[in-house]
């Protein structure tokens, strides 16, 4: 059991240029979220997914695109790279129900490794 | 509106001390939960604990041990006879009806041996 998988682990960009940051969960949860972690700050949402064909913008989505064809993938697409991106990049999934009710660890948020971006 | 604070950045304390890091969070919501999550310098986010907004009883895994006081809208962290391994982030987190995860700037634990 993988859990959460994001690639790359590390990726240096150029101004302008455009990637995809990959995420892929094996536990078979509904809700999916990418977050960026600046240097010495928590975490921010950028966008979240509650299912496949669904994705919503968190706090901070502007200059980031997502997509949600299966229950297990949740690509986050850069499309041009600027300074202000050179961030950590987190994945997450967790099981949500509508009436919060989860017990034997729903609701839990379980996080990918991340993905360091530097852009120069 | 949602917030969390944790309002000790940084905490040092030597090998065997007990240490608390604090938590308080604002929200309107009426079912919520709490998470701690400890970030290791390796930089990976480890769950810690998950709290229901009904569940008042005090946690104790181990060394760890949570105290929930939703009088005082807190949520702290206490590490007991803290070890060099207990170096790291500790961010305190909400979560809302929304489904999101709103975290806390994150409490930097040094222990020294």
């Known amino acids: 059991n993988a859990g959460v998988t994001q690639t790359p682990k590390f990726r240096i960009l150029k101004i302008g240029q455009s990637m995809t940051l990959q995420c892929t969960q094996d536990?078979?949860?509904?809700?999916m979220y990418w977050y960026r972690q600046d240097p010495g700050m928590g975490l921010k949402l950028i966008y979240y997914?509650?299912?496949?064909?669904?994705?919503d913008k968190g706090e901070v989505p502007n200059g980031y695109n997502v997509s949600r064809s299966t229950t297990e993938d949740f690509p986050l697409r850069l499309e041009l790279a600027a300074p202000s991106q050179t961030s950590v990049y987190f994945c997450?999934?967790?099981?949500?129900?509508?009436?919060?009710?989860?017990?034997?660890?729903?609701?839990?948020?379980?996080f990918g490794p991340g993905t360091r971006l530097l852009v120069l | 509106a949602q917030k969390v604070t944790q309002a000790q950045t940084e905490i040092s304390v030597v090998e065997k001390e007990d240490v608390t890091l604090d938590c308080v969070y604002e929200?309107?919501?009426?079912?919520?939960?709490l998470f701690w999550y400890k970030q290791p310098p390796s930089g990976e986010l480890v769950f810690l604990i998950r709290?229901?907004?009904?569940?008042?009883q005090n946690e104790i895994s181990g060394r760890y041990s949570w105290n929930f006081q939703k009088s005082t809208s807190s949520f702290n962290f206490t590490i007991t006879a803290s070890q060099v391994v207990d170096s790291a982030v500790y961010f305190c987190?909400?979560?809302?009806?929304?489904?999101?995860?709103?975290f806390g700037q994150g409490t930097t634990l040094q222990v020294k041996p």
């Open positions: 987190a909400l979560k809302s009806n929304t489904g999101k995860l709103i």
């Open positions: 536990m078979n949860h509904n809700y």
């Open positions: 929200t309107r919501d009426t079912t919520y939960y």
């Open positions: 709290r229901n907004s009904f569940d008042e």
């Open positions: 997450a999934s967790s099981y949500s129900s509508s009436q919060h009710t989860g017990t034997g660890g729903r609701e839990t948020q379980y």
């Open positions: 997914s509650v299912g496949a064909g669904i994705t």
